[in-house]
């Protein structure tokens, strides 16, 4: 099988993009570049590409994890510079390497948040032994505890850095637990914040890249 997996990052004006939409980008920059990806059967046939973690409108990332196929043989770093010049703005092309990834390993994902305002401290949050918020789940929206989903957090620079459960069984979004530190830290109101997706990890906190 002729399998590749693209390492991307995904920025300014390209985070405004919907998953779905950025999907038939994803396939038209294929197009673009010439580069022979394959399409499934049927009625309505689509290029078979993957994503690892779809990711939410208004976030930005330096760690996109897309898998692909093409119908025939093609070096890698023919297809990566293809790709690259083919990239519409706000999506650069950092590697393409043949085969699978790991992202059905994916337990974890590691994000940036920029607040207007950051907490004096995130103890007394991290130190709750439940962190109840209204959570939008596959049957609605609903009071759900999400501290067992956080992994940790940390201040720095500006920055909060939070480490999340991510993935198909849990996926916690960096918006919901600001929602949570706003409702939970006394006097805190972060305003306004922009959110980037630094890592994903593996059950042993091993990057994938």
Excluded: Q
């Excluded at 590749?4 to 998953?19: F, G, M, Q, R, V």
């Excluded at 929206?141 to 480490?163: E, P």
């Excluded at 459960?165 to 409702?183: I, Q, Y």
Aim: proline fraction near 5%; charge should be neutral; aromatic fraction near 8%.
């Amino acid at each position: 099988m002729n399998d590749y997996c693209l390492i991307y990052e995904k920025t300014d004006a390209a985070k405004y993009i919907s998953h779905l939409d950025f999907v038939r980008v994803m396939g038209r920059m294929m197009r673009r570049a010439s580069v022979p990806v394959a399409f499934s059967e049927g009625f309505n046939p689509h290029p078979l590409l993957v994503f690892a973690l779809p990711l939410s409108v208004g976030y930005t990332s330096g760690c996109e994890l897309m898998e692909f196929r093409l119908a025939e043989y093609m070096p890698p770093d023919e297809v990566e510079s293809r790709l690259r010049a083919s990239a519409p703005a706000g999506i650069n092309v950092l590697s393409v390497r043949e085969g699978k990834s790991r992202m059905k390993k994916l337990r974890y994902a590691l994000y940036r948040v920029t607040p207007e305002r950051l907490p004096a401290s995130a103890d007394g949050f991290l130190a709750r032994k439940e962190t109840v918020v209204d959570k939008k789940t596959k049957s609605g929206v609903k009071d759900t505890d999400i501290r067992s989903d956080i992994i940790s957090i940390g201040l720095a620079d500006g920055h909060i850095d939070m480490t999340l459960s991510a993935g198909s069984e849990h996926n916690l979004k960096p918006d919901v637990v600001m929602k949570a530190m706003n409702k939970y830290i006394d006097g805190y109101d972060s305003g306004d914040c922009e959110y980037h997706r630094a890592a994903i990890y593996d059950e042993n906190m091993e990057e994938i890249k």
